[in-house]
């Protein structure tokens, strides 16, 4: 373990400025390949308990602007997203996935969802702006991807109730934290 974190720390302090780490003979090349190397062999290594808590922001379904937790499991993810902002302008999400790609820094999962969506497209304060709020509960399939804090989820939705009758494209892009075990 105390490995490990001399690895990350390492990493962390030259991704900052490996030039001059170089430059003025701190850490060479070679060492700072293999800090990156260990760190990634004792993430393989313990892949049965590689799991870790990811907390971040999203764009897109189901609210906008989007808080977003996940768990990830050996295999499994279980994930959360939404926002409430407006009686008009909310959304909340739910997923749960398996990873088929488990790498040390990379998941590529699917997952089953299952939302709801609030909005309204022109935000205007006249008197008809209630007349344009669609809303929509949908459950459907996505493709996630997560490289070292970068989330990507795709998919599909079929609307189950409201005002959206044809499919619903699903689609997140962000930045999450992640907090390993």
Same mark, same amino acid.
């Given at each position: 373990?105390?490995?490990?974190?001399?690895?990350?720390?390492?990493?962390l302090?030259?991704?900052?400025s490996?030039?001059?780490?170089?430059?003025?003979?701190?850490?060479?090349?070679?060492?700072?390949?293999?800090?990156?190397?260990?760190?990634?062999n004792?993430?393989?290594?313990? *892949?049965?308990?590689? %799991? &870790?808590?990811?907390l971040?922001?999203?764009?897109?379904?189901?609210?906008? @602007? $989007? #808080?977003? =937790?996940?768990?990830?499991?050996?295999?499994?993810?279980l994930?959360?997203?939404?926002?409430?902002?407006?009686?008009?302008?909310?959304?909340?999400?739910?997923?749960?996935?398996?990873?088929?790609?488990?790498?040390?820094?990379? *998941?590529?999962?699917? %997952? &089953?969802v299952?939302?709801?969506?609030?909005?309204?497209?022109?935000?205007? @304060? $006249? #008197?008809? =702006?209630?007349?344009?709020?669609?809303?929509?509960?949908?459950?459907?399939?996505?493709?996630?991807?997560?490289?070292?804090?970068?989330?990507?989820?795709?998919?599909?939705?079929?609307?189950?109730?409201?005002?959206?009758?044809?499919?619903?494209?699903?689609?997140?892009?962000?930045?999450?934290?992640?907090?390993?075990?």
């Open positions: 373990m105390k490995r490990r974190k001399l690895a990350l720390f390492l990493l302090v030259l991704a900052a490996p030039s001059i780490a170089a430059a003025e003979g701190v850490v060479s090349k070679d060492q700072f390949t293999a800090a990156y190397e260990d760190a990634d004792a993430v393989t290594k313990n *892949r049965i308990t590689n %799991s &870790f808590l990811t971040g922001a999203t764009i897109g379904i189901p609210a906008g @602007l $989007n #808080a977003h =937790a996940s768990f990830y499991l050996w295999r499994f993810v994930r959360g997203s939404g926002m409430f902002f407006h009686k008009d302008l909310l959304g909340a999400q739910a997923d749960a996935g398996f990873s088929f790609l488990n790498g040390p820094r990379l *998941r590529h999962s699917v %997952s &089953f299952g939302g709801y969506t609030k909005r309204n497209p022109l935000l205007t @304060l $006249n #008197a008809n =702006a209630a007349e344009t709020v669609r809303s929509a509960s949908y459950i459907g399939a996505t493709y996630d991807l997560f490289i070292d804090g970068f989330f990507l989820q795709t998919g599909l939705g079929y609307p189950l109730s409201g005002e959206l009758s044809s499919p619903l494209l699903i689609f997140q892009v962000g930045y999450l934290f992640y907090f390993p075990q």
